[in-house]
């Protein structure tokens, strides 16, 4: 299996992003600049990482969703291939289309930066099948327009095709009104593509996929990659 992450002016979770994926998969990602315009042949999985991509002008996303890879990457997810994409990454993906809804101002206004609990919503991903429904994993949060929105007919269709991959729940010790960290619409903290082959969240699991972080629950959907394609 080989996997490649894009690389966008801003990102500053690519080498985390590609760290996670070698210790997953056995062998170091391809790394692709934003101006290219193919992936290299053989890829599996195209991560989309975090950052503040040109510097989140215009919206968040929205200038490296046009970046020229952008149109392989959609290609790609075309196919059937697999998108992982991540806080900065899950933005561009909206706005490339991968991904319905939209991700707008914290509630708060404020940058947030803090662990939060997320229960897993549905296993029919290959990004999610070495979870069980209702698993609690504790990652970390980092940005500042982080609030995921849609309109009712997409929240509909989000969850009636169990397209809800994780929802912000309330951890050991904290209160419930603290569990989501951005005013995201139902708590959603992550969605899937209609055919469940790009995934998006704004929590980092890639920050949280190694113990020697302080939590390694993140690693479970990096190495479930691995399994998907084994089986």
């Known amino acids: 299996m080989k996997a490649a992450v894009v690389i966008f002016p801003g990102s500053n979770c690519d080498r985390d992003m590609a760290v996670a994926f070698e210790q997953a998969l056995g062998a170091a990602p391809a790394w692709v600049w934003h101006k290219e315009t193919a992936l290299p042949e053989g890829i599996d999985v195209v991560?989309?990482?975090?950052?503040?991509?040109?510097?989140?002008?215009?919206?968040?996303?929205?200038?490296?969703?046009?970046?020229?890879?952008?149109?392989?990457?959609?290609?790609?997810?075309?196919?059937?291939?697999?998108?992982?994409?991540?806080?900065?990454?899950?933005?561009?993906?909206?706005?490339?289309?991968?991904?319905?809804?939209?991700?707008?101002?914290?509630?708060?206004?404020?940058?947030?930066?803090?662990?939060?609990?997320?229960?897993?919503?549905?296993?029919?991903?290959?990004?999610?099948?070495?979870?069980?429904?209702?698993?609690?994993?504790?990652?970390?949060?980092?940005?500042?327009?982080?609030?995921?929105?849609?309109?009712?007919?997409?929240?509909?269709?989000?969850?009636?095709?169990?397209?809800?991959?994780?929802?912000?729940?309330?951890?050991?010790?904290?209160?419930?009104?603290?569990?989501n960290p951005n005013g995201s619409v139902e708590d959603i903290a992550g969605a899937l593509s209609a055919n469940r082959r790009v995934l998006g969240m704004m929590p980092h699991p890639e920050r949280a996929a190694d113990p020697a972080l302080g939590a390694a629950e993140g690693g479970r959907l990096f190495s479930a990659l691995t399994q998907t394609l084994a089986a």
């Not at 990457?73 to 196919?79: F, K, N, S, T």
């Open 47 to 179: 991560g989309l990482p975090g950052g503040f991509s040109f510097g989140d002008y215009l919206r968040c996303g929205a200038i490296a969703a046009r970046s020229p890879i952008m149109r392989a990457v959609a290609d790609h997810a075309g196919r059937g291939g697999m998108v992982l994409a991540v806080c900065n990454g899950w933005q561009v993906a909206i706005e490339a289309g991968l991904l319905p809804g939209a991700l707008m101002r914290n509630t708060s206004l404020k940058f947030t930066c803090r662990e939060v609990t997320l229960r897993t919503e549905t296993t029919d991903s290959p990004f999610l099948s070495g979870l069980s429904i209702g698993d609690r994993l504790r990652m970390p949060v980092a940005h500042h327009d982080g609030a995921f929105i849609a309109d009712d007919a997409t929240l509909a269709q989000l969850n009636g095709e169990g397209r809800v991959a994780f929802r912000y729940v309330a951890g050991n010790h904290q209160a419930a009104e603290r569990a």
